[in-house]
């Protein structure tokens, strides 16, 4: 079964970036695609964007683009998300989970970002 | 504001049932096909509902979903205390090429 292994918590300056990695262990990582997910504070789920590693091109959604940069190491199986220009608006956790369009049925544990 | 719409909260008894609705529009429910999560403070959300009706081995079968239309609905019967928790929908939306979520609605077993 696969599992995924997030990078632990962070605190970051605004106007920083960040940088979460994802691990998978237990399958093939190469042919499955993959989202990250973000939930700020007492708030609902956000979906940042996703990718299949095999393809070279991430899809992001609209409010993060040019400021997130979705990759993948096929050799470690590791799955990486970075976030730029932080303000605090960006704190939250953030989730990488498999999947790409919905039916995300392995999660990470999360990793919370706080910008402060 | 999310753009799908779920109830902020919804209550019932132990053992009735509660039905939870996912309201959007062509380009996401009504299009594409529905997944629903249960996540509990602190912890990561756990799929139960994929493909608007499928269940993910180990998920019991009092827990179903549904589609009509624009709209999606879970249903959960014989509730128990653990099911306490915030429940979202998720869907691909064809427009906005992005995933979307309802806004999450707290279930709360009196």
């Known amino acids: 079964q696969v599992q995924l292994v997030q990078s632990g918590a962070e605190v970051k300056r605004p106007g920083s970036s960040v940088k979460v990695s994802c691990k998978a262990s237990?399958?093939?990582?190469?042919?499955?695609?993959f989202s990250w997910v973000r939930q700020a504070p007492a708030q609902g789920l956000e979906w940042m964007g996703g990718s299949i590693p095999i393809f070279p091109a991430p899809n992001y959604a609209q409010r993060f683009q040019g400021r997130v940069t979705i990759t993948a190491d096929e050799s470690t199986g590791t799955a990486y998300m970075e976030l730029s220009s932080l303000t605090p608006d960006d704190t939250a956790v953030y989730y990488c989970?498999?999947?790409?369009?919905?039916?995300?049925?392995?999660w990470g544990q999360g990793t919370l970002v706080t910008v402060s | 504001q999310s753009v799908l719409t779920q109830p902020p909260s919804v209550s019932a008894a132990p053992g009735q049932r509660v039905t939870i609705s996912c309201s959007g529009t062509?380009?996401?429910?009504?299009?594409?096909?529905v997944s629903w999560f249960q996540q509990f403070p602190g912890t990561a959300p756990k799929l139960l509902i994929y493909d608007n009706h499928k269940r993910p081995s180990g998920i019991p079968d009092r827990i179903s979903g549904s589609k009509s239309g624009t709209s999606a609905t879970l249903d959960i019967t014989g509730l128990q205390t653990g099911d306490e928790a915030d429940y979202y929908c998720g869907v691909w939306d064809s427009s906005l090429s992005a995933v979307v979520f309802g806004g999450g609605t707290k279930l709360t077993v009196l």
């Open positions: 237990g399958g093939s990582f190469s042919n499955f695609g």
């Open positions: 062509s380009s996401n429910i009504g299009n594409n096909y």
């Open positions: 989970t498999r999947g790409l369009r919905g039916g995300f049925d392995i």
